[in-house]
């Protein structure tokens, strides 16, 4: 466990260093853009508001899913971090219909821009979004920080292409690049938020976690040594690290010892294989007897007898 606190102490402080330098920017933005009539300033600044955003929500998202389980959250508060990221794409995906929208109108009244504020500010923000950036990386496996790291590599490229358009309304004095710059800042918002929406959608309505087959869940068990059928299968994530499974597995009837070793080698596969250490199995056994080559259930009540159920807990 303690490796793990030191890792979400260091996830600590740099989400504490980038929301202060993120803030700070913000403002700088805002008022430089407005001074230099830069809607890719402005929206830079929006972009930049979402980001502080983001890092507030997945701070306190750390902050919940370090909170151990309790009797009401039996799982921790392991989602905060997921609905954290959830809610911080919603709030994305609207800034980025709002500077379409202005971009939009900018086309249609074209105003003076000073591309010398855009270019100096917009050198200020590469150099700190990209050092956040690299110091989330070093941190980033967790959905929520990677929504937060996303950001910052946005920002890193849309700021620099705010530059790259300061340079060109110097060279051309075509003010139009100015709103077509901001509406390419907006696509990319756009783009990388739905991607983020998608992901914790999935986790949030319970499933099946990206990169894991069902089929393949199964078909793996089922070749276990002692396993007959599997079903009623389950698998989700809890958090964006933490997968999930519960099943139905139906066994030959023996005495629990021999049971318990099929349960190891189910864990021990479950474990190593597709990286799930929460599970919950329940071992089944019925009674068939094979009448005219089919398999036909014995009388309900004395099948009952022979049901056993088994809790598998492997953390």
Known sequence: MHVHGAKTAAMQKVLRLSLIATIAYVLLTLVAGLRAHSLALVSEAGHNASDALAIVLSF??????????????????????????????ITLIAIAVWIGFEAFRRFSHPAAVEPHIMMGVAAAGVVMNGVIAAMLWGVSHDVNIRSVFIHMLGDTLSTAAVIAGGVAIVLTGHNWIDPALSLAIAAMILWSSIGIVRETLNILLEGTPRGLSLGEIRLTLEQIDGVEDVHDLHVWSLGSNTHALASHVTIADIPPSESNRILDRINLVLRERFRIHHTTLQFEHVVCETTHGCLQPVDEVEAHHHHHHHHGHAH
């Open 60 to 89: 306190v998202a750390v902050w919940f899913q370090t909170r151990p389980p309790n009797d009401e959250k039996t799982f921790g508060y392991q989602r905060a971090g997921v609905l954290a990221a959830f809610l911080n794409a």
